[in-house]
């Protein structure tokens, strides 16, 4: 974004040409060729909105001015664009105003180019339902490797998710950068299949008021960008604070994330590697890495090393990274193309009580042209067209329905302070103190612990890995390489990733766009 930026200044470049340019981009390789199925729609005022930008150039006050912008389609726009969370009960609704993330991207003068596809109400409806796909918009495919089984078209690698279309449409070149949630891997995962640097910013960084819920203790939306110092730019405009959404009165954050990102960032750092040769058992986090993965992961610690980190091997505290006592309860998977039909699935109780008091919220404030109000108007809307709509079924769906919906119950109370008192004091802030670091994780594999305990990650590509997917060779595709933190700590992982990132220089573009 930078680079386009500059170009704006120097007059190379228009705002309308750029959209115009991404527009033909996305015919080619989305809509077309490889047909990604990254972008969910468009939005149909994208070339008018940058026509009124041309003569505007990138300042302090609107950074982005000019700049295209996908905003995953569980985030609210109050224009002609859908908000459906890729859902067929939510086709055609729309939202009564932006959501705050997306006034502060049009003030910041962004250009909003459309939604982007997802996993469908972001993995929360159905189990083992594919990254990547939504009954609406179908199955979202990863730009490095987009060949589908022959069988039920599951990809070959997967795109990642649940922010899937938004991570693949950077990727591909299809927009200047995008926006994606996450309640737990939703970012860094499809970040780290598709060779991206996001930001899970600690949660109340950025407002999560206007965006489709699955756990508002969780949730959070960040920027998915092809290098740190935009990821830095867009996290300048999204972190402010928000009357709607009283979780953002507490953020700290520094004048400017850009500030600082230099080479020099990682000399004398405390790196913590959750993986102890001395602790061979409690190793869930690179323990159970492929020979290619652990090699990828051994080079990036080697070039921390060369950078002036000290490694720290320490294994997670596994009362930590393991669920406390009475956090997860079980739900009975009939998934229809489930390999594990029939057996119970341990889920996290936060995640299904939380989902049904959350999203009808959102139903009744925020969504208007639909008719549907209420978890259980999309059950009933699913079961009425069930040959459409419920493909991979919708057990979470109907687990959460059967929870009161206002959060009184004690188990979710117990389990909700239970999960804080494992990820959070046992996990993360034991690791952490104990060894005054910040953890490196392979991958989005430490992606659960940080989510539970609320705390921020930074992803930056760290090489390709290949593999076999049901006796299929896949083509070689992403692993990033995860920084986590304490609570407010993004500046200093940024500087960590942009270390990391412009001495390790990893990201290669998808081959075939």
Known sequence: MSDIAHAFTSGHVT???????????????????????????LNPDALAIA????????????????????????????????????????????????????????????????????????????????????????????????ALMDDHGIPVVSPGGSSSGSAVAVAAGLCAASIGTETSGSLLHPASLNGLVTVKPTVGLISRAGIVPVAHSLDTAGPMTRNVRDAAMLLNVLAATDPLDPGTQKQRRPADYADGLAIEGMRGARIGVP??????????????LP???????????????????????????TAGWMSGPGTIMTVLN?????????????????????????????????????AIKTITDIVAFNDANADKALRFGQDLFLAAELTRGDLREREYKSAHAMDLLSARTRGMDAYTNQHELDAVFPGAYGAAIAARAGYPSVMVPGGLVSGTNEGKDTPDYPLGVTFAGRPWSEHKLLRLAYAYEQASNMRKPPPGV
């Open 275 to 288: 993986s102890d040769p001395a602790d061979p058992l409690n190793d869930p986090f690179y323990g159970k």
């Open 15 to 41: 705002a309308t040409a750029l959209v115009r340019g991404y527009l033909t981009r996305i015919e080619a390789y989305d809509l077309d060729g490889p047909k990604l199925n990254a972008v969910r729609a």
């Open 51 to 146: 026509g009124k930008l041309d003569r505007m150039k990138p300042s302090a006050k609107q950074p982005l001015a000019g700049i295209p912008i996908l905003v995953k389609d569980n985030i609210a726009t109050g224009d002609k664009q859908p908000t459906t969370a890729g859902s067929l009960a939510l086709e055609g609704a729309r939202a009564r105003d932006d959501a705050t993330l997306v006034k502060l991207l049009r003030n910041a003068g962004a250009v909003i180019l459309g939604k982007a596809n997802l996993t469908e109400f972001s993995n929360m409806l159905a189990i083992d339902m594919p990254s990547g796909y939504s009954s609406l918009g179908g199955q979202v495919k990863n730009p490095y490797a987009p």
């Open 334 to 370: 009939r998934n229809p193309l489930s390999a594990g039909k029939g057996n119970p699935v341990t889920q996290r109780i936060v995640f299904l009580y939380e989902l049904k008091r959350d999203l009808n919220l959102y139903l009744r404030e925020w969504a208007t042209n639909t």
């Open 291 to 317: 020979a290619k993965g652990a090699e990828v992961m051994a080079e990036a610690i080697k070039v921390l090393e060369d950078l002036g980190a000290v490694i720290v091997r320490a294994s997670m505290p």
